[in-house]
C-alpha cells in the first residue's frame, strides 16, 4: 500500500477515511529536523551549510514511516500547501534517505490540496509532482536569517543589557511598533475643543439633531471653540436666533460587502467579534482544516474557486431568495506574492452547511466556521441599497449654520447576512456615516428649538495594538506572512517583552530598552522597509527569481560587521546611550525652566534610568542611598509625586502605608522600620500591579495575606489563600496549590479551593508508578558520558544528566542553550563529585578490585572534563 504522508493526526485520519484501505496514512508530527541550538549550525564560512538534528520524540514517526515503506516502496509526501509544508516534505525525504529507508526504487512524489475533502484529495492523487525547490530554498533563507540573527544577537544582548531575553528577526520589528505607539501615547497632551449640538422640532413636530458647523459666518473648524467661553457664545447666538431649512438633498448610496477571509483578515475579525486572539484563532482554524470544513487558513488570497462561487450562489438563492443574488458573480483579486504560493481565500468546503447542520462540539470553532461561512456568502451577495439625506439649516443674518445626516437602508442586501466589524477610529475621527434616520422636511420650513447643548472634548491618544490591529499594521508594512502572524506576536508576550490586559498589548519595561539597544546598536536591522525587504527577497526565492545563499552573502556581510561594532561595549556605556536617547521622553522640559533631572526629592542628585535584577528600569536620584527618590520608567505625571516609587498611598490604624522599591521590585510596607520593629509588615506587588496604580486599598489588601478561606472540612484546619515566590495559591497543612489569577486569591471561596486542593493531590500520580515525565529536548553526549536533555519542572526547565538536575539561568534561553552551556552547567551542580563515582555500577565485580581492571578506564580520560579530573586526582 502507498504510504501517505502528513502533519497531523487528525488530518491523517480524514485523508485516510478518503483514501481507505488500499493507502497507509501517518503523521509526521510536524517538522522531523531541525537546527541545533548550538553554535555552528549554520556556517557562513562554508556557503551556509545547515547542520540537521531530528528530534528526539520524531525518531519514533520516521521509524514507522520508515516501516511502512518496506511493505510498499512508494511515498507520497501531502504536507500543507505552502512553503513550510514543502519544506517539511523535503525534510522527510532527507531524514528518510539517512535512514536507507527510501532507495534507489522508492518513489517519492508530493501531492497537495487546498482542502481536504474527497473530491480534493482524489483530485490531488492524480496530479503528483516532486518537491518545489525554490520553495524549500526560500524556508532554507528565512530559517537560516532567523538563527543567524536570533544566535548571535541574543548574547549581545543577554551581555550588554540585564534582564534582556533573545532578539527574533522579526519579532524585534514588531516589538518595536509596540513600544513605539506607547510612546507617543505618553508624549501625547490632550487638547481642549467644544461642539455644540441643537434639538429641533420640524413643522410636524418631530424631533432631530443638528450640530454647528458655522458661526459668525465662518466655518467652524475642529479646535476654532477652543473653551466653554467660545461654546457657551455660540449657544447664545443660536438661541437668539430664528433657524429655518435652507437645503435638503437625499443622494442614492450602496455598500458593498467585503471579501472573503484571508488569514490576516480571518484574526482581525475575530478578534474583533469574539475576543480571540491570533494563536486562538488559527488552533481553530487548524481543527476546521483538518475535519475537512473549510479550506486552508494560511493565506494571503482572496480569490474563490468558479465551482465555489456557484455554490456559494446556489446556497444564497435557496436561503435568501433570488433578490439577494447580483446578477453576475462577484469576483476578488489581489497582488499575490508569488504565484506558487498563491491559495485560495479561507471559506467552507460545503456552502450549503452552516453551523447548525454540522456536529461541531468545540465553542471556538463553531463560532469561527459560523464567521467563516457567512463571511463568504455575504461577499457573493447582493450589495445593501441606500439613501444618504444631508439637511443643512441656517439663520436669516448667515450668522449660525446647522447640519443634520442621516440614511436610510432601503434594502439590506449582504447585510441580511453579515457585517464587517470595525477596529479603533482614528484619534479625533468621527463617524463617517450617521445611520439615525431624518424626519421629512422641505427647504424653507421653520424649526423650533428644543435646546441648544455645548459638549467638551478632549483629543485622545492613538489606541494601544490589540493582537487583530497589530497584524494588520503589520500586514500593511510587509512584515511578516500569513504563516507567522500568530507565532510573532505570542513569542514577544511569551519572553515576558509585552502584555495584554484588556485585549491591549503594553510593553514592559525589558521589552522598551530592547527596543531602543536595537534601534541605536542595529537599527537597519529593525526598520520596517528593511524587514518588508528580506520578506520580499524570500518571496523572490520562492518564486525562482534569485538564489537563496546570495541573498544570504550579502545579510551576512553587513550583519556580522554590525555585531563586531558592539563587542567593546559596556553595561554601564549602553545603558547611559539608553539614557541620553529617552532624555527628551524621560526628562520633558518643566514649566519653569529649572533642570528636568534635578530630584524633586533631595534638590541635590540628577535622575537617571537604573535597571532593577528583575529586568525592568525605573528612574532614581544619583544621590542614592541618602535619596531614595524613584519613579516609573517612562515621563513623569503632571503630578510626579504621585509616580513616585516610594511614597505614602495612606493611613490605616495609625500606620502609613508605604509604597517603596526595593532590590526586587516594590512593595508596600507598614509602618516604618524601628528598634523595636526592625522588619515591619511587608509584600509585594504581584506580577501585573503596576506601581503607579497602587492605592491604599489595594496594599492594606496586599498586606492582610495571607487569608483565611475558611477550615477545611475533612479536618478543620485553616485553608489559607495568598501570594507567594511562585504566584498565588491555596494552601492547607503543608499542600499548596496554585491559583491562576492574583485576583482569585481575594475572592476565593471553600468550593473552589476544594476543587484546586483536589486537582493538586490527583496531579501527584501514582508515587512510584508514575510515568517519567517528557523530555524537552535532547541536547547530547556529555563529555563523560550519558545523554543531557531539557526537561520541565515545576519552576521551569532545567538541565538533567543523570542524577544531576541544573537550573537554567535566566540570561539563558531553554530553547537556545546549548550543550557546551549545558555541560557547564551541570558540572557546577555536581561540585566536588568525581565523575568516576558517578558512572561506576552500583557494586563493581569482585574481580574489578584487581590492579589491571582498575586502570582499564584510562582510555576514558581523554574525555573527562577537567572538573571530573581534578576530582580523580583528589582521589
Avoid at 548574547?155 to 513600544?179: D, E, F, M, N
Avoid at 484574526?267 to 481543527?287: D, I, L, N, P, V
Avoid at 490605616?652 to 532590590?663: C, E, F, M, T, V
Amino acid at each position: 500500500m502507498p504510504v501517505v504522508v502528513v502533519e497531523s493526526p487528525a488530518k491523517a485520519k480524514t485523508i485516510n477515511s478518503y483514501l481507505g484501505k488500499d493507502y497507509t496514512v501517518l503523521a509526521s508530527f510536524g517538522h522531523v529536523r531541525d537546527l541545533p541550538a548550538k553554535d555552528g549550525s549554520v556556517d557562513p564560512e562554508h556557503g551556509f551549510a545547515m547542520e540537521w538534528e531530528v528530534a528526539a520524540d520524531s525518531k519514533k514517526h520516521l521509524k514507522a514511516i520508515a516501516d511502512a515503506l518496506k511493505d510498499d516502496p512508494n511515498l507520497i509526501l501531502a504536507t500543507d500547501p505552502d512553503r513550510e509544508g514543502e519544506a517539511i516534505s523535503w525534510h522527510l525525504t532527507e531524514a528518510l534517505r539517512d535512514r536507507k529507508a527510501i532507495k534507489a526504487a522508492t518513489q517519492v512524489s508530493r501531492v497537495t490540496f487546498n482542502a481536504i475533502t474527497k473530491t480534493a484529495v482524489a483530485e490531488a492523487m492524480k496530479h503528483p509532482r516532486q518537491v518545489d525547490v525554490p520553495l524549500v530554498d526560500a524556508y532554507l533563507a528565512r530559517r537560516a536569517l532567523d538563527y543567524l540573527v536570533g544566535f548571535n544577537l541574543s548574547p549581545v544582548l543577554w551581555r550588554k543589557l540585564p534582564g534582556a531575553k533573545s532578539a527574533g528577526r522579526v519579532q524585534s520589528v514588531c516589538l518595536r511598533l509596540i513600544v513605539e505607539r506607547e510612546m507617543e501615547i505618553e508624549a501625547f497632551r490632550a487638547q481642549e475643543y467644544w461642539t455644540v449640538e441643537a434639538l429641533l422640532k420640524t413643522p410636524r413636530g418631530k424631533e432631530f439633531t443638528a450640530r454647528l458647523v458655522s458661526f459668525a459666518g465662518k466655518k467652524l473648524d475642529k479646535f476654532d471653540l477652543k473653551t466653554q467661553e467660545d461654546a457657551d457664545l455660540a449657544v447664545a447666538a443660536i438661541r437668539h436666533r430664528d433657524l429655518a431649512v435652507t437645503s435638503v438633498e437625499a443622494k442614492p448610496g450602496s455598500r458593498h460587502p467585503s471579501a472573503p477571509f484571508m488569514t490576516s483578515t480571518l484574526q482581525q475579525e475575530a478578534s474583533r467579534k469574539f475576543g480571540m486572539g491570533a494563536k486562538a484563532t488559527m488552533s481553530a482554524a487548524q481543527r476546521l482544516y483538518e475535519a475537512g470544513l473549510i479550506t486552508y487558513m494560511r493565506t494571503d488570497g482572496i480569490d474563490m474557486a468558479p465551482e465555489a462561487v456557484m455554490a456559494a450562489r446556489d446556497a444564497i438563492k435557496d436561503r435568501f431568495g433570488a433578490d439577494c443574488l447580483p446578477k453576475s458573480p462577484r469576483m476578488y483579486k489581489n497582488k499575490a506574492k508569488n504565484a506558487q504560493e498563491a491559495h485560495e481565500c479561507i471559506r467552507p468546503t460545503d456552502m450549503a452547511k452552516d453551523v447548525g447542520s454540522l456536529k461541531i462540539t468545540d465553542n471556538d470553532q463553531r463560532r469561527l466556521y459560523d464567521l467563516i461561512w457567512k463571511r463568504t456568502l455575504a461577499s457573493q451577495m447582493s450589495e445593501a441599497r441606500l439613501e444618504r439625506t444631508t439637511v443643512e439649516i441656517g439663520s436669516e443674518d448667515g450668522q449660525v449654520g446647522l447640519r443634520a445626516t442621516g440614511q436610510v437602508i432601503l434594502f439590506d442586501g449582504f447585510m441580511r447576512v453579515y457585517t464587517e466589524g470595525r477596529d479603533d477610529p482614528a484619534p479625533g475621527a468621527g463617524d463617517d456615516e450617521d445611520d439615525a434616520r431624518l424626519p421629512q422636511m422641505a427647504q424653507g420650513d421653520r424649526l423650533a428649538k428644543e435646546s441648544v447643548t455645548p459638549e467638551q472634548h478632549f483629543t485622545q491618544p492613538p489606541p494601544r495594538y490589540t493582537e487583530a490591529t497589530l497584524v494588520k499594521r503589520m500586514e500593511e508594512l510587509g512584515i511578516g506572512r500569513p504563516s507567522t502572524y500568530a507565532s510573532i506576536v505570542t513569542t514577544i508576550q511569551d519572553r515576558e517583552y509585552v502584555r495584554k490586559e484588556n485585549g491591549r498589548l503594553i510593553p514592559e519595561d525589558k521589552g522598551r530598552l530592547v527596543t531602543i539597544f536595537l534601534t541605536n546598536y542595529f537599527r537597519r536591522y529593525v526598520e520596517y522597509d528593511f524587514t518588508a525587504g528580506l520578506e520580499d527577497q524570500l518571496d523572490e526565492i520562492s518564486a525562482g527569481g534569485a538564489d537563496y545563499k546570495e541573498v544570504l552573502a550579502q545579510f551576512w556581510r553587513d550583519f556580522s560587521a554590525a555585531l563586531g561594532e558592539t563587542a567593546d561595549l559596556r553595561i554601564g556605556e549602553v545603558l547611559d546611550k539608553i539614557d541620553e536617547v529617552l532624555a527628551p521622553h524621560l526628562y520633558p522640559a518643566r514649566p519653569d525652566g529649572g533642570d528636568p533631572r534635578l530630584c524633586p526629592n533631595c534638590g541635590k542628585g540628577r535622575l537617571s534610568m537604573r535597571t532593577a535584577r528583575t529586568g525592568g528600569a525605573f528612574i532614581g536620584c544619583s544621590n542614592y542611598p541618602d535619596c531614595r527618590f524613584t519613579r516609573p520608567f517612562g515621563p513623569p505625571s503632571e503630578d510626579g509625586e504621585a509616580q513616585t516609587g516610594e511614597r505614602v498611598l495612606g493611613y490605616d490604624q495609625g500606620d502609613a502605608i508605604h509604597l517603596k522599591d526595593g532590590r526586587f521590585g516594590p512593595y508596600v510596607q507598614r509602618g516604618d522600620a524601628t528598634t523595636e520593629n526592625p522588619k515591619p509588615p511587608r509584600a509585594s506587588l504581584p506580577k501585573g500591579w503596576a506601581a503607579q496604580d497602587m492605592d491604599l486599598e489595594k496594599a492594606l489588601r496586599l498586606l492582610a495575606l495571607p487569608r483565611l478561606v475558611g477550615a477545611h472540612p475533612g479536618d478543620g484546619q485553616p485553608v489559607e489563600a495568598g501570594i507567594g515566590r511562585f504566584g498565588p495559591y491555596v494552601k492547607h497543612n503543608s499542600t499548596y496549590a496554585n491559583l491562576p489569577e492574583v485576583a482569585e486569591v481575594f475572592e476565593i471561596g471553600m468550593n473552589r479551593a476544594m476543587e484546586v486542593l483536589a486537582q493538586k493531590a490527583a496531579g501527584r500520580g501514582a508515587g512510584r508508578g508514575r510515568a517519567s515525565t517528557a523530555a524537552l529536548r535532547s541536547l547530547g553526549e556529555h563529555p563523560g558520558g550519558g545523554e543531557i536533555t531539557v526537561m520541565p519542572g515545576r519552576f521551569g526547565p532545567y538541565v538533567k544528566w543523570g542524577k544531576v538536575n541544573a537550573t537554567i539561568p535566566k540570561t539563558l534561553e531553554p530553547e537556545a542553550i546549548t550543550l557546551d552551556e549545558a555541560v557547564a552547567l551541570v558540572d557546577a551542580k555536581a561540585g566536588s563529585k568525581p565523575a568516576a563515582k558517578r558512572k561506576a555500577p552500583a557494586k563493581a565485580p569482585a574481580k574489578a578490585a584487581k590492579p589491571k581492571a582498575a586502570a582499564k578506564p584510562k582510555p576514558a580520560a581523554k574525555t573527562v572534563t577537567p572538573r571530573k579530573a581534578k576530582a580523580s586526582a583528589a582521589e
